[in-house]
């Protein structure tokens, strides 16, 4: 009889065992899917900070790319009329004459607003340019560039006509120029 309690005794120890794994079991699950569950949170909040880096840098490219066209002047071919390029003197204007071929290059023919009331000697800027692309974003414009000094003075009031060579690209290649960093070597007054 003894053996008999003690056998009972043991199966109930075991199935109280038993059901103890179970609870624990159970336990380790509840833990496990409460984990699967941050980690799902966690993933969509990660896509969702993605996503709004992403459109960060974005408008951080367009705000630059606006703010330097705020101090140039940005070109269409075949367009006619003028723009204002912001110098190291003040507001001047700028306007596309012409573009022709030019030996294994282009011929840009510029004509450059003095509105100022003085003389602008050896005028500096830069003209940005690339192929046509469908993409014209802030790298576009950084592809290829020319610096230019210009030899004859811009007279105050008045127009001066200059031309500016633009090695291997074609007009056909080119959509729009961008002119900017427009700066001066020096001006001339008149004396009373």
């Not at 699967?36 to 990660?46: E, F, G, Q, V, Y």
Request: include cysteine; charged fraction near 20%.
């Amino acid at each position: 009889m003894i053996l008999k309690g003690n056998f009972v005794i043991a199966i109930f120890l075991m199935l109280l065992s038993g059901c103890s794994l179970n609870t624990e079991t159970k336990k380790m699950q509840q833990d496990l899917d409460s984990l699967k569950n941050i980690l799902i949170s966690t993933d969509s909040l990660m896509k969702g900070l993605d996503n709004r880096i992403s459109e960060l840098e974005a408008k951080s490219l367009l705000s630059e790319l606006l703010k330097d066209s705020e101090k140039g002047a940005i070109l269409t071919i075949g367009e006619s009329g003028y723009s204002s390029v912001v110098s190291d003197l003040g507001v001047l204007t700028v306007s596309l004459e012409n573009v022709s071929k030019y030996a294994s290059g282009t011929k840009l023919t510029l004509r450059f607003g003095n509105i100022l009331s003085t003389t602008i000697n050896g005028l500096q800027f830069e003209v940005f340019y690339a192929p046509k692309t469908e993409n014209a974003d802030y790298d576009y414009w950084n592809e290829k560039s020319k610096k230019v000094t210009l030899s004859k003075s811009l007279e105050k009031g008045s127009w001066t006509t200059t031309n500016v060579i633009i090695q291997d690209i074609s007009p056909e290649e080119i959509k729009n120029i961008w002119i900017k960093n427009v700066y001066h070597t020096g001006i001339t007054l008149q004396n009373r």
